[in-house]
């Protein structure tokens, strides 16, 4: 789990099919030691991983993707340039999690992704 290591929760919102966090990513976290030593980029599985907590930590119930429809990596996550970013994640379902979820700062958004957990 990354969150309290890799990052921080700073805000946090949620509805019954919705989340919105605002995370606070650690540019000293050694994951950017070798993702790129000075150049540092948010690794795309770590973004979806981020969701992946988010959604469990509101679920209060362990996830595992069942499929993935859309991912797209827009733009670079750079921890020390934009350490703050938004997470909002809508989802649907039962036993099935149909989610729709972006990674934004600001007017960029860094990714969006389409997903199922079971």
């Known amino acids: 789990m990354f969150l309290d290591n890799l990052y921080s929760i700073s805000e946090i919102t949620s509805g019954p099919q919705s989340i919105s966090a605002v995370i606070i990513l650690d540019p000293l976290h050694e994951i950017f030691k070798g993702h790129f030593p000075g150049a540092p980029v948010t690794p795309g599985v770590v ?4 969701v992946k907590e988010l959604l469990e930590q509101h679920l209060e119930r362990n996830l595992r993707m069942k499929t993935m ?3 797209k990596f827009l733009q670079v996550i750079n921890p020390e340039e934009t350490p703050g970013i938004r997470i909002d994640i809508k989802f649907t379902g039962g036993e099935v999690i149909d989610v729709t979820a972006s990674g934004s700062s600001q007017d960029i958004t ?9």
Request: charged share 10%; glycine share 0%; aromatic share 18%.
């Open 69 to 71: 429809r859309v991912c």
């Open 47 to 50: 973004q979806l991983q981020i």
């Open 110 to 118: 860094y990714f969006k992704t389409q997903v199922s957990y079971i």
